[in-house]
Nanobody, 128 residues
Framework: QVQLVESGGGSVQAGGSLRLSCAAS?????????MGWFRQAPGKEREGVAA????????SYTDSAKGRFTISQDNAKNTVYLQMNGLKPEDSAMYYC????????????????????WGQGTQVTVSS
């Protein structure tokens, strides 16, 4: 059974940092080559944040994440991280880990439809 479990969410003040973790189990971690982070704020559609090509490959970010967020992985732990610095109130959302997506030319897309496995989410709240 495929399982992605997120952790690390919480409440912080603007300018603060959080590190989200996503532990993968129940499937071959590297089968689909790509893992990603997405977020959804109340009343808004889910949007991509970042993606990583498993086993040390390149990373991809959407404009909202560039320069502030960093996606990384620890293959020994089957875990993907999202380090978020300089948080803003508009970053408040439920953050979802996603996996089992194939890469294109060794690069991962931060596109929801590409991913076949999803976690339950972890809430991030940033106050001003």
């Amino acid at each position: 059974q495929v399982q992605l479990v997120e952790s690390g969410g919480g409440s912080v003040q603007a300018g603060g940092s959080l590190r989200l973790s996503c532990a993968a189990s129940g499937f071959t971690y590297s089968r689909g080559n790509c893992m990603g982070w997405f977020r959804q704020a109340p009343g808004k559609e889910r949007e991509g944040v970042a993606a990583i090509y498993i086993n040390g490959g390149p990373t991809s970010y959407t404009d909202s994440a560039k320069g502030r967020f960093t996606i990384s992985q620890d293959n020994a732990k089957n875990t993907v991280y999202l380090q978020m610095n300089g948080l803003k109130p508009e970053d408040s959302a439920m953050y979802y880990c996603a996996g089992d997506a194939f890469s294109y030319g060794g690069r991962c897309r931060v596109t929801e439809l590409e991913y076949n496995a999803w976690g339950q989410g972890t809430q991030v709240t940033v106050s001003s």
